[in-house]
């Protein structure tokens, strides 16, 4: 069982950066693959990025290649996600999920736990 807890949304401007964390508590975190998600009302949650268990096999969606950069801590039972160069498309709710799959998925049916979801505002 891995329990997630997001922190770190919030609202800034266009082109500024926040850095989302995900503090997990769970025997079996470190075993985990990891994902962010977003959604937005009347659109399909969707993948953002993903990182496999030990951190070296990353996963970004295409409109975020470049801006984005996910990493995780294991010894802190903790995933980042670092988002540069925001704009006001990337205004939504972000959430952390964890899968049992070592390497990440990108099927939202093969993560097995999820986090209450943190607001990300952008502003123009």
Known sequence: ???LVESGGGLVQAGGSLRLSCAASGRTFSSCSLGWFRQTPGKERELVAAISWIG???YYTDSVKG???ISRDNAKNTVYLQMDSLKPD???VYFCAASSRSTYST???EYNYWGQGTQV???S
């Open 1 to 3: 069982q891995v329990q």
């Open 56 to 58: 070296n096999r990353k």
């Open 67 to 69: 801006r984005f950069l």
């Open 90 to 92: 990337d205004t939504t």
């Open 107 to 109: 099927k939202q049916n």
């Open 121 to 123: 505002t952008v502003s």
